[in-house]
């Protein structure tokens, strides 16, 4: 009697598998392209809060770390100094995220 074929040898197994690899690869080739265009159309700080938000950390605040909006003076206050400071240690700290993937408070 002849023995079948093991799973890694039936024809039928060995197709699907193929097909799948293919489908797999024509998506990566689509995303690859749409991740291209992002980066072509962002300015630096989106990439930059893509980039976190990918590596789940927390997204700086806007007004705190954009240079942009900054008011220019040579006096601090301590106010000043504590909330920059409280926004780069929570920008080290990754988002914590909620069972509906949102970032929690």
Do not use: F, K
Request: net charge negative; charged share 30%; proline share 6%.
């Amino acid at each position: 009697m002849g023995e079948s074929p093991s799973p890694a040898e039936d024809p039928a197994t060995v197709a699907r598998l193929e097909a799948r690899v293919e489908a797999l690869e024509a998506a990566l080739a689509r995303r690859s392209r749409e991740l291209r265009t992002i980066v072509r159309h962002v300015c630096r700080r989106d990439l930059a809060i893509i980039a976190r938000v990918q590596a789940g950390l927390a997204i700086p605040a806007l007004a705190s770390c954009d240079a942009e909006l900054w008011n220019e003076t040579t006096e601090t206050t301590s106010a000043d100094v504590e909330e920059a400071l409280q926004t780069l240690w929570h920008s080290l700290v990754p988002a914590e995220t909620t069972d509906d993937g949102d970032s929690g408070p």
